[in-house]
C-alpha cells in the first residue's frame, strides 16, 4: 500500500471561509492544502446576498422574533418556514434555537456578533487588495425598507448603535434620492447603514480567492472527507481516493462540518438555514443593496444582474428545494418591482447554522490539532476574513486579536 499523502495544514472545504484561512495561512509561511469536491455553485459562498453586513450584531433568534415564531413558521410564504416533513428532526435545534431568543441570550449573541464585526471592515479591505477584488466592493452603504408606517414606527434604532453600528434614519422624501429606482409610493421610510460595503459578485471573489491560493502553492484535492482521526503522526483524512495526513486540520465544510467535528471529538448542533435566490439577467433597477424588512430578502445589484435573496427554510441538507419558496419570492419582489421580467435562474443554498447565531472558531475539544470554522450562518462572507485571521493565529501558537470564547465548540 502505498504512504500517505502528506502536507502541513490541511483545509476541508472550499467556500469563503476555506479560501479566506488557506490565503491568510499561506501568507504566513505554511504549507496548506485545500480538501472539497469539486468547485461547483452548491456552496452557500457562492449565491449569497453579498453584503458585508457590518451592521448585522442582531442574532437571527431574538424575543421580537420567538413571540411570532408559530406564526413565521407555519406560514409557507414567511421569510422564515420550515419543511413540515423535517419538523421532528428539527426540533431538539429549534428549542436550542427559542432558548437563545431569549432576551439575556440574544443579547450577549448580539455582544459576541459585534465583536467578531468589528473588526471586519479592515480584515476585509486588506483581503481585498491581497487578490485584488477592490473594484467588486461597492461601498454604497445598505437601506432596510420600512414599506408601512408601522413598521417604521417598531424599527429599533437605538439597539444597533449601542453596539456600535452607524444607522441614520431615512424618511419618505429622502428614500427616493437614495434609491432613484423605487416606485413612487413604495417605502414609508428606511434605516440606512451607510458604512456597509457590498460584493457585487460573490463568485468573482471565490475566484480571484481561488486563483490567489492556488498561484501561492496551495494545492486543492479534488474529494468529499469521509472521515477525520488523529494518528500517531497527526491528523489523518480519508475519502473516495483519498489518504492526506496533516499536522493540523481546519474545518471548513460549512453546513457540512457537523458529522466531521463529531469525529473529531465535538458535538454541535449545527443545521442549516436554506437560502433562495433569483437572478434577473440585464436589469440594474436599484443603484444599492436594500431589504424589505418583513420580506427577508434583499435587491442585490450584482455585476450584469439583479439578484434577489434571502428567506430561510428549515429542511435539512437532503430535500430538494421547494418551488414554493421561488414563488414567493418572486411575488415579494414583484410587490415592489411590479415590473420583473421571469427570473433568469434560480438557486438554493445551505447556511451554517448554530441556534446561537455564533460561529464555532477554535480548537476542537479532541486536541488542538483540528480547528474548527464552520458556522457562520447568515455572515459567512462577512466574517471569513476575521476568521482566516483567528485560525492563522491558532494554528501559530498565537493569541488572536478577538477574544474566542464566546464560538468555541465547548459552549454547547
Ligand atoms: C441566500 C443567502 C444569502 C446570504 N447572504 C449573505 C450576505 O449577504 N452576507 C454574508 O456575510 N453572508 C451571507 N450568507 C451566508 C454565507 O453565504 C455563508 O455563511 C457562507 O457562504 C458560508 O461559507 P462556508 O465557506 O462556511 O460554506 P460553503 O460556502 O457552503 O462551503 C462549504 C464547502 O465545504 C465543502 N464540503 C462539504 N462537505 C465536505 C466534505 N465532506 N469534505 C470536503 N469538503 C466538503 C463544500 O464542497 C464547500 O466547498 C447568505 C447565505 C444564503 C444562503
Known sequence: MSAPAETEIAIVGAGIVALSCALELVQSGR?????????DESGASYGNAGVIADYAVMPVGTPD????????????????????????????????????????????????????????????????AQIGARSLLKPLGSLYLFETEAERRAADFRAYRRHGVAVEEIGRDELGQLQPGLPTGIGAGAAFFPNTVTVNDPKE??????????????????AKVDRIERVRTGVQLTGHGLTLRARKVVLAA?????????????????????????????????????????????FCP??????????????????????HRWAALER?????????????????????????????????????????????????????????????????????????????????
Do not use: K
Open 65 to 128: 422574533v420567538l413571540r411570532n415564531l408559530p406564526r413565521l413558521l407555519f406560514d409557507r410564504d414567511s421569510p422564515l418556514a420550515i419543511r413540515p416533513a423535517a419538523v421532528a428532526s428539527l426540533t431538539p435545534w429549534l428549542l436550542r434555537f427559542m432558548r437563545e431568543s431569549l432576551p439575556r441570550r440574544a443579547e450577549a449573541n448580539a455582544q459576541a456578533i459585534a465583536a467578531l464585526l468589528a473588526p471586519t471592515p479592515s480584515a476585509w479591505a486588506a483581503m481585498a
Open 254 to 298: 460549512g453546513a457540512w462540518s457537523r458529522p466531521l467535528a463529531a469525529m473529531a471529538g465535538d458535538q454541535v448542533p449545527l443545521d442549516t438555514e436554506r437560502g433562495y435566490h433569483l437572478e434577473y439577467d440585464g436589469i440594474a433597477p436599484f443603484i444599492r443593496q436594500m431589504t424589505p424588512v418583513s420580506r427577508g430578502f434583499y
Open 332 to 412: 415579494g419582489a414583484r410587490a415592489i418591482l411590479p415590473d420583473l421580467p421571469e427570473p433568469s435562474r434560480r438557486w438554493m443554498g445551505f447556511r451554517p447554522s448554530l441556534p446561537d447565531s455564533r460561529p464555532v472558531i477554535g480548537p476542537s475539544q479532541g486536541g488542538g490539532d483540528v480547528i474548527h470554522a464552520f458556522g457562520h450562518g447568515h455572515l459567512g462572507l462577512t466574517l471569513a476574513p476575521v476568521t482566516a485571521r483567528i485560525v492563522t493565529a491558532l494554528v501559530s501558537g498565537n493569541t488572536p486579536e478577538t477574544d474566542i470564547t464566546p464560538y468555541l465548540p465547548s459552549r454547547f
Open 31 to 39: 504549507t496548506v492544502t485545500l480538501v472539497a469536491p469539486e468547485d
Open 205 to 222: 471573489v471565490l475566484r480571484l480567492l481561488r486563483s490567489n491560493v492556488r498561484a501561492a502553492g496551495v494545492e486543492h484535492l479534488q
Open 302 to 323: 450584482m455585476a450584469g444582474r439583479l439578484r434577489v435573496a434571502g428567506t430561510v427554510e428549515l429542511g435539512g441538507l437532503h430535500a430538494p428545494p421547494s418551488p
